[in-house]
């Protein structure tokens, strides 16, 4: 009994990484070996769906409800010009996302009812669908997973908060971080769930669903390497009028590395505020920016946010407009502030973005699934992003941009 409870203990908490990667080839070969036994598993790939559809919607709204009532009075003071910086590199991120995505459209393997996929007729149906979603009832919002109104009713409770006593905007704080010990706790289920999704998805439509992975892939890092390599450096010159590349080779070298492998900015933190030391930088702006930086810069999120679900509307078969797309851009880089600190936590808002285009909510958290498939290598190069941009900004803005010798 004993050995069977360490073994479980070790499972639980090994590299998610790794099992992951181990639930997805054992997923190709159960479905390469036998097709039967690849669809008995698929249960696994539903429960597993199912379990994040559940959990998504009251994780969005406890936890934007509980970081604006818990935002500190004359806080943001400190930090403006940082903060600009972080809103235009999530938002030019989303944009970026949204140009790839058109060169290069790619779709999705899922499985929906027809009913589900009635695209809407354009720019003025989204914004009339977009005003009704944001005055639902909050429960029922909560309950059909109406994610544009849990935000809204989120957003609105937290403000309502915010000059609520101390003690009650503690509580929140304790519900917002008891519902992410809880999405820790599905998640741990992923590589689980994801055996059974590769085993049915590879026997339902073969290996050709691996290219489609491949694809979108290539799409999500080639947009997080333009905002690495050529965007946040372009912000930065645009700032300080100084090569910027000397601090943005240095911040991936020394931020992105070790992001990419623990996945957490959150966990990332002490090594950024040991990077803004080592640049000089002021201690009183930086000690304020890099934790604010690792709750709400959140490009890599944007880029992921935007780009499953226009995989989404691509393969739903909706027409995207210029005016729709700059409004996925504007949600996806709102939804990217409020990701969840948890590994693969910008997915849980992809449904937010996909209701957008009338894309039900099943639909959604199937491509939310299809995100952990890939996540091996998207949630790393993510986070690697996220984090090394806010030691970049934070430079930006103290006009530091000479690296130490």
């Given at each position: 009994m004993t050995t069977q409870t360490s073994l479980v203990k070790k499972l639980m908490s090994g590299s998610l990484v790794l099992q992951i990667l181990v639930g997805i080839i054992a997923g190709i070969a159960l479905a390469a070996v036998s097709t039967q036994a690849a669809l008995s598993v698929a249960f696994l790939g539903s429960l597993f769906v199912s379990a994040l559809k559940a959990v998504a919607p009251v994780l969005v709204f406890v936890l934007v409800a509980s970081s604006i009532a818990n935002q500190k009075k004359g806080e943001h003071t400190n930090v403006r010009p940082i903060l600009l910086l972080y809103v235009i590199g999530t938002f030019s991120s989303?944009?970026?996302?949204v140009t790839l995505s058109f060169l290069f459209p790619t779709t999705l393997a899922l499985t929906a009812p027809e009913a589900a996929m009635a695209p809407p007729g354009g720019i003025v149906e989204v914004l009339n669908t977009l005003l009704f979603k944001v005055v639902d009832n909050p429960i029922n919002a909560i309950l059909t997973g109406n994610f544009i109104g849990i935000l809204a009713w989120a957003v609105a409770l937290g403000l309502a908060l915010h000059k609520a006593a101390d003690s009650t905007k503690q509580m929140f704080h304790d519900v917002s971080e008891s519902v992410t010990l809880i999405v820790k706790m599905v998640i741990r289920f992923a590589p689980l769930g994801?055996?059974?999704?590769?085993?049915?998805?590879?026997?339902?439509?073969?290996?050709?669903?691996?290219?489609?992975?491949?694809?979108?892939?290539?799409?999500?890092?080639?947009?997080?390497l333009i905002i690495a390599l050529a965007v946040n450096p372009l912000i930065v010159f645009v700032k300080t009028g100084k090569n910027p590349y000397p601090l943005v080779f240095m911040c991936l070298r020394e931020s992105g590395v070790t992001a990419f492998f623990t996945r957490s900015s959150a966990a990332n933190v002490p090594v950024n505020l040991g990077l803004c030391d080592r640049l000089k930088l002021h201690e009183d702006t930086y000690s304020v920016s890099i934790p604010l930086g690792a709750t709400i810069n959140m490009a890599g999120a944007a880029i992921t946010i935007t780009v499953l679900t226009l995989a989404a509307v691509n393969t739903v078969g909706v027409e995207v407009d210029i005016w729709t797309a700059l409004l996925l851009s504007i949600v996806a880089a709102v939804s990217a502030c409020g990701a969840s600190g948890v590994a693969g936590g910008s997915l849980l808002l992809i449904p937010l973005a996909c209701s957008l285009f009338g894309i039900s909510n099943d639909v959604a958290m199937q491509v939310v699934a299809v995100g952990f498939i890939i996540g091996v290598v998207q949630d790393s190069a993510e986070t690697a992003l996220n984090s090394s941009t806010d030691v970049v900004f934070t430079a930006a803005a103290c006009n530091q941009t000479e690296v130490p010798k």
């Open positions: 989303a944009l970026v996302a994801i055996f059974g999704l590769v085993a049915n998805t590879i026997a339902e439509t073969g290996f050709d669903a691996l290219a489609d992975y491949g694809r979108l892939l290539a799409v999500l890092l080639s947009a997080m």
